[in-house]
């Protein structure tokens, strides 16, 4: 690999290399993945790790040149493009609390750990072009009756399926827990009145592979990016719907594979590569994840792709402050960063690459990256545990500025994803969906 030729990239490129404004991001969020899952990781600054940029390019699976072509993103078939908009005040309380909602994990319940502020609950999402309905559990129970929707990926599929466990619960009542198994990684809901099941399947690289415990600081985890995590491939012939939400794993120490050969590496550690950075990576487990779906699942239904939610760490990841903000940012007052922005870009390319090929499963973006990247103020912070500051002042806790608080900016993802349920639908022409 140390002898591949240098691959050409245009001099505008940046694809492979991290800008300083980024880099530290690289550090925190390490961390943060790996001990919100985890009950029981310590919290060592040591494993902080001072990384070097990512900056060589020498992976072997030949890149698409998409990237540089496209700089929007490409038309989907939605009227209404849900991602171009803004965050406006909403008035009144939010639909559900802690106390409505009995599902909320606790690392997401900033009310009931005592955050102060409650501005971050007062915003909607305000598409440029049209308007985007408040989430109606009454519609969504009746487009999912008899149906199985699934949640595939990470710790933020399963931040935004609580937030629509919450916004359904709230109007139908608690859903039955009918199955879980492995610490809650995957669980399966029914809302009884309507024999509508939601699921989740933890599947942080949505491909096969090892994650190595948290503990071991910096040995890689293994990723085999032409095999889909049969966790969750296994079971597609019974989902109508999913969603695919991952990518913040991909920022871990990584070695990928095809074919069972290694293919490239990030923070390669022992082994005798050169860095390869992530984003091909990720790419290839999203081709490979929605490959998966459109053959797996049954003709006429809908698999979803949520782009990357950027994080917000504005200091040090265990200092007070760390995503401190209590008002979203205002039009103009941030650039969407580097490593986002990318991130962004491979989940709308490979959903519009799958949708000109694929024609007997429906397949759309969740286009949330924007939304996301507006909300510095929707994260838990340091409320990720109860009460962080009894007893005075700390000098460091830990922060999350990754998830989002419960209620909170995530509420909307789900309203556009029932927009999207409506559409393929009344599209299937199975219900008649009213306007609301
Ligand atoms: C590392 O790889 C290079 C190029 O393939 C090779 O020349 C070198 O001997 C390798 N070093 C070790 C310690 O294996
Ligand atoms: C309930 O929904 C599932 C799909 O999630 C379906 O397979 C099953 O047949 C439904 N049950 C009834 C009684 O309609
Ligand atoms: C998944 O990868 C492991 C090696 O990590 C391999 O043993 C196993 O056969 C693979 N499973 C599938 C379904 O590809």
Known sequence: MGTSPKRHLPCHSSLFVIPKATYFLFVPLALLNLYLFF?????DPQHQQRTTAVSSSNFQ??????????????????????????????????????????????????????????????????PAAC?????????????????????????????????????????????????RREQDKFRRWVFRSHNATVSIYWSPFLVNGTEQSPTAGRVQNHMHLDAADERWAAELGEMDVLVISAGHWFLLPTVFYTGGEVVGCHHCGGLNRSESGFFEGFRRAVRTALGAAVGGMAEGGMAVVATFSPAHFEGEWDKAGACSKVEPFREGEKEMEYMDREMWRIGVE???????AVERVRVEVLDVTRMAMMRPDGHPGPYMHARPFEGGAKERVQNDCVHWCLPGPIDAWNEVLLELLKRWREEEGDVAVAAS
């Not at 009950?39 to 919290?43: D, K, L, R």
């Not at 929007?72 to 991602?83: F, L, N």
């Not at 999912?144 to 399926?161: C, E, I, P, T, Y």
């Not at 490979?350 to 000109?356: C, G, N």
Request: hydrophobic content about 35%.
């Open 39 to 43: 009950p029981s990781v310590p919290n």
């Open 61 to 126: 699976i030949q890149p698409t040149d998409k990237a540089e072509e496209q700089k929007q993103s490409p038309a989907v078939r939605i009227p209404c493009d849900y991602a171009d908009g803004r965050w406006v005040p909403k008035p009144g309380v939010p639909t559900y609390d802690d106390a409505s909602c009995t599902t909320i994990k606790s690392g997401q319940n900033c009310m009931a750990h005592g955050r102060p502020d409650t501005g971050y609950l007062h915003w909607r999402w305000q």
């Open 131 to 179: 308007r985007l309905p408040a989430f109606s559990a009454a519609n969504f129970l009746r487009l999912l009756a008899n149906k199985h929707l699934s949640f595939v990926g990470d710790s933020l599929a399963r931040n935004q399926m609580e937030s629509l466990l919450c916004l359904v619960a709230s109007y139908a009542g608690p859903p039955d827990l009918v199955y």
């Open 350 to 356: 490979e959903v519009a690459s799958a949708v000109a």
